[in-house]
Protein backbone atom coordinates (compact mmCIF):
# COMPACT_ATOMS: atom_id res chain seq x y z
CA UNK A 1 0.00 0.00 0.00
CA UNK A 2 1.07 3.51 -0.30
CA UNK A 3 2.36 5.12 3.08
CA UNK A 4 1.96 8.96 2.85
CA UNK A 5 4.23 10.71 5.18
CA UNK A 6 3.48 13.82 6.46
CA UNK A 7 6.12 16.97 8.25
CA UNK A 8 6.05 18.07 10.27
CA UNK A 9 4.06 16.68 12.55
CA UNK A 10 3.17 20.13 14.74
CA UNK A 11 3.97 23.15 13.80
CA UNK A 12 3.42 26.58 15.85
CA UNK A 13 2.68 29.81 14.37
CA UNK A 14 1.19 32.67 15.38
CA UNK A 15 -1.79 33.87 13.52
CA UNK A 16 -0.81 36.39 10.25
CA UNK A 17 2.16 34.08 9.29
CA UNK A 18 2.69 31.28 6.54
CA UNK A 19 2.47 27.48 6.63
CA UNK A 20 3.62 24.57 4.45
CA UNK A 21 2.98 21.30 5.12
CA UNK A 22 4.27 18.05 3.25
CA UNK A 23 3.09 15.14 2.20
CA UNK A 24 5.36 12.45 0.99
CA UNK A 25 4.25 9.47 -0.30
CA UNK A 26 6.19 6.26 -0.35
CA UNK A 27 5.34 5.61 -4.36
CA UNK A 28 4.04 7.73 -6.71
CA UNK A 29 0.62 8.71 -6.57
CA UNK A 30 -1.44 7.59 -10.10
CA UNK A 31 -2.96 10.86 -11.69
CA UNK A 32 -1.50 12.94 -8.26
CA UNK A 33 -4.60 11.89 -7.13
CA UNK A 34 -4.07 13.65 -3.64
CA UNK A 35 -6.27 15.46 -1.70
CA UNK A 36 -5.62 17.49 1.60
CA UNK A 37 -8.61 17.93 4.69
CA UNK A 38 -8.56 20.00 7.34
CA UNK A 39 -10.32 18.46 10.42
CA UNK A 40 -11.07 20.78 13.82
CA UNK A 41 -11.50 18.94 17.44
CA UNK A 42 -14.34 16.56 17.41
CA UNK A 43 -15.42 17.45 13.78
CA UNK A 44 -15.24 15.24 10.85
CA UNK A 45 -12.02 15.97 8.29
CA UNK A 46 -13.23 18.99 5.85
CA UNK A 47 -12.21 18.60 2.13
CA UNK A 48 -9.94 21.52 1.00
CA UNK A 49 -8.26 20.57 -1.82
CA UNK A 50 -8.15 17.89 -4.33
CA UNK A 51 -6.10 16.53 -7.20
CA UNK A 52 -3.17 18.37 -5.82
CA UNK A 53 -3.75 21.54 -6.41
CA UNK A 54 -7.58 22.56 -7.22
CA UNK A 55 -9.67 24.29 -4.34
CA UNK A 56 -12.57 22.49 -2.93
CA UNK A 57 -16.21 24.57 -2.92
CA UNK A 58 -15.46 27.27 -0.40
CA UNK A 59 -11.58 26.80 0.57
CA UNK A 60 -10.40 30.40 0.59
CA UNK A 61 -7.56 30.83 -1.58
CA UNK A 62 -5.20 31.48 0.82
CA UNK A 63 -4.78 27.53 0.73
CA UNK A 64 -2.90 26.08 -2.11
CA UNK A 65 -1.72 22.85 -2.67
CA UNK A 66 1.35 21.89 -5.35
CA UNK A 67 3.90 18.32 -6.25
CA UNK A 68 2.90 15.78 -8.13
CA UNK A 69 4.92 12.08 -8.38
CA UNK A 70 5.53 11.42 -4.52
CA UNK A 71 5.99 14.91 -3.21
CA UNK A 72 2.73 17.43 -2.58
CA UNK A 73 2.24 20.36 -0.45
CA UNK A 74 -0.14 22.19 1.29
CA UNK A 75 0.54 26.07 1.83
CA UNK A 76 -1.38 28.54 4.08
CA UNK A 77 -1.24 31.94 3.78
CA UNK A 78 -1.67 34.42 6.49
CA UNK A 79 -2.80 32.56 8.92
CA UNK A 80 -6.62 33.08 10.55
CA UNK A 81 -7.50 31.85 14.19
CA UNK A 82 -9.86 28.70 12.46
CA UNK A 83 -6.79 27.37 10.33
CA UNK A 84 -5.51 26.19 13.50
CA UNK A 85 -5.95 22.52 13.27
CA UNK A 86 -4.85 19.01 11.96
CA UNK A 87 -4.75 18.81 8.13
CA UNK A 88 -4.28 15.32 6.08
CA UNK A 89 -3.22 14.29 3.15
CA UNK A 90 -5.05 11.54 1.03
CA UNK A 91 -4.39 9.26 -2.33
CA UNK A 92 -6.87 7.84 -4.05
CA UNK A 93 -4.59 6.99 -7.08
CA UNK A 94 -3.43 3.54 -6.00
CA UNK A 95 -5.46 0.88 -4.13
CA UNK A 96 -5.89 0.95 -1.55
CA UNK A 97 -6.61 4.49 -0.28
CA UNK A 98 -4.60 5.67 1.93
CA UNK A 99 -4.20 8.56 4.71
CA UNK A 100 -1.30 10.35 5.85
CA UNK A 101 -1.04 10.71 9.87
CA UNK A 102 -1.65 14.47 9.91
CA UNK A 103 0.25 17.88 10.43
CA UNK A 104 -0.81 20.11 13.29
CA UNK A 105 -1.11 23.36 12.79
CA UNK A 106 -1.08 25.03 16.47
CA UNK A 107 -1.18 28.45 17.93
CA UNK A 108 2.16 29.67 19.14
CA UNK B 1 -28.16 20.30 1.10
CA UNK B 2 -26.76 16.59 1.04
CA UNK B 3 -26.42 15.58 4.67
CA UNK B 4 -25.09 12.46 6.05
CA UNK B 5 -25.37 10.67 9.66
CA UNK B 6 -24.11 8.01 10.91
CA UNK B 7 -26.52 5.83 13.58
CA UNK B 8 -25.20 2.32 15.63
CA UNK B 9 -24.38 1.12 19.25
CA UNK B 10 -21.63 2.96 20.53
CA UNK B 11 -20.59 -0.41 22.76
CA UNK B 12 -19.92 -4.02 20.94
CA UNK B 13 -18.17 -6.92 22.65
CA UNK B 14 -15.47 -8.44 21.54
CA UNK B 15 -15.85 -11.01 18.69
CA UNK B 16 -19.29 -9.49 18.29
CA UNK B 17 -20.89 -8.15 15.20
CA UNK B 18 -20.34 -4.09 14.73
CA UNK B 19 -23.42 -2.75 12.17
CA UNK B 20 -23.40 0.96 11.40
CA UNK B 21 -25.91 2.80 9.16
CA UNK B 22 -25.62 6.23 7.11
CA UNK B 23 -28.84 8.21 6.72
CA UNK B 24 -28.45 10.77 3.41
CA UNK B 25 -30.88 13.22 3.55
CA UNK B 26 -31.37 16.34 1.32
CA UNK B 27 -30.63 14.03 -1.63
CA UNK B 28 -30.98 10.24 -3.00
CA UNK B 29 -28.52 7.46 -2.40
CA UNK B 30 -29.42 6.89 -6.09
CA UNK B 31 -26.81 8.42 -8.20
CA UNK B 32 -24.37 7.58 -11.17
CA UNK B 33 -21.80 10.24 -9.59
CA UNK B 34 -20.62 9.06 -6.62
CA UNK B 35 -20.25 6.02 -4.02
CA UNK B 36 -20.80 5.62 -0.49
CA UNK B 37 -17.92 5.05 1.84
CA UNK B 38 -16.73 4.48 5.51
CA UNK B 39 -13.93 5.65 7.48
CA UNK B 40 -12.29 5.28 10.63
CA UNK B 41 -10.38 6.77 12.37
CA UNK B 42 -8.24 5.68 16.02
CA UNK B 43 -5.34 7.34 17.58
CA UNK B 44 -3.26 4.41 17.19
CA UNK B 45 -3.95 3.80 13.19
CA UNK B 46 -5.16 7.25 12.07
CA UNK B 47 -7.68 7.68 9.48
CA UNK B 48 -8.27 4.01 7.79
CA UNK B 49 -10.36 3.79 4.62
CA UNK B 50 -12.70 0.96 5.09
CA UNK B 51 -14.56 0.61 1.49
CA UNK B 52 -16.99 2.02 -0.64
CA UNK B 53 -20.11 1.01 -2.19
CA UNK B 54 -22.02 1.82 -5.37
CA UNK B 55 -26.14 2.43 -4.87
CA UNK B 56 -26.34 -1.06 -6.99
CA UNK B 57 -24.25 -3.16 -5.22
CA UNK B 58 -20.48 -3.02 -6.81
CA UNK B 59 -18.08 -2.08 -3.99
CA UNK B 60 -14.00 -1.78 -2.95
CA UNK B 61 -13.00 -2.94 -0.04
CA UNK B 62 -9.79 -2.05 1.78
CA UNK B 63 -7.50 -6.18 1.47
CA UNK B 64 -6.53 -5.33 4.99
CA UNK B 65 -10.01 -5.52 6.53
CA UNK B 66 -11.95 -7.59 3.69
CA UNK B 67 -12.32 -11.07 5.06
CA UNK B 68 -14.42 -9.31 7.91
CA UNK B 69 -16.15 -6.30 6.67
CA UNK B 70 -19.55 -5.76 4.06
CA UNK B 71 -21.31 -2.50 2.82
CA UNK B 72 -24.56 -2.88 1.40
CA UNK B 73 -27.21 -0.22 0.37
CA UNK B 74 -30.72 0.29 1.44
CA UNK B 75 -32.15 2.48 -1.37
CA UNK B 76 -35.86 2.35 0.11
CA UNK B 77 -34.38 4.04 3.15
CA UNK B 78 -31.99 5.82 1.29
CA UNK B 79 -29.06 4.79 3.75
CA UNK B 80 -26.21 2.42 3.13
CA UNK B 81 -24.61 0.46 5.81
CA UNK B 82 -21.39 -1.53 7.75
CA UNK B 83 -20.65 -4.56 9.17
CA UNK B 84 -17.56 -5.84 10.89
CA UNK B 85 -17.41 -9.01 12.02
CA UNK B 86 -15.37 -10.43 14.77
CA UNK B 87 -14.55 -7.31 16.33
CA UNK B 88 -11.74 -6.44 19.06
CA UNK B 89 -10.31 -3.83 20.59
CA UNK B 90 -8.55 -2.54 17.49
CA UNK B 91 -11.66 -2.29 16.28
CA UNK B 92 -12.12 0.79 18.87
CA UNK B 93 -12.49 4.25 16.41
CA UNK B 94 -14.27 6.84 15.37
CA UNK B 95 -16.35 5.80 12.12
CA UNK B 96 -17.41 8.55 9.16
CA UNK B 97 -19.00 7.98 6.50
CA UNK B 98 -18.89 9.78 3.19
CA UNK B 99 -19.25 10.26 -0.31
CA UNK B 100 -16.72 9.98 -2.49
CA UNK B 101 -17.13 10.85 -6.12
CA UNK B 102 -16.40 8.51 -9.27
CA UNK B 103 -14.97 9.40 -12.82
CA UNK B 104 -13.97 7.36 -15.16
CA UNK B 105 -14.48 3.83 -13.18
CA UNK B 106 -12.09 5.69 -10.43
CA UNK B 107 -12.91 6.46 -6.88
CA UNK B 108 -12.00 10.25 -6.33
CA UNK B 109 -11.62 11.73 -2.74
CA UNK B 110 -14.36 11.76 -0.28
CA UNK B 111 -15.81 15.15 -0.47
CA UNK B 112 -18.80 15.28 1.83
CA UNK B 113 -18.40 13.26 5.64
CA UNK B 114 -20.98 12.78 8.08
CA UNK B 115 -19.82 13.72 11.63
CA UNK B 116 -18.88 10.52 12.88
CA UNK B 117 -19.80 8.05 15.59
CA UNK B 118 -17.86 6.66 18.51
CA UNK B 119 -18.01 2.69 18.33
CA UNK B 120 -15.82 1.22 21.54
CA UNK B 121 -14.95 -2.58 21.56
CA UNK B 122 -15.17 -3.68 25.00
CA UNK B 123 -16.95 -6.46 27.26
Keep these: ?108 | QLQLQESGPGLVKPSETLSLNCSVSGGSIITTLFYWGFIRQSPGKGLEWIGSVYYSGPSYYNPSLRNRVNLSVDTSLNQFSLTVNSVSASDTAVYFCARQAVRSKRLQCFDLWGPGTKVIVSS
Design chain 1, 1 to 108: ETVLTQSPGTLSLSPGESATLSCRASQGVYGNFLAWYQQRPGRAPRLLIYGASTRATGTPDRFSGSGSGRDFSLRIDRLEPEDFAVYFCHQHGNSPLTFGGGSTVEMK
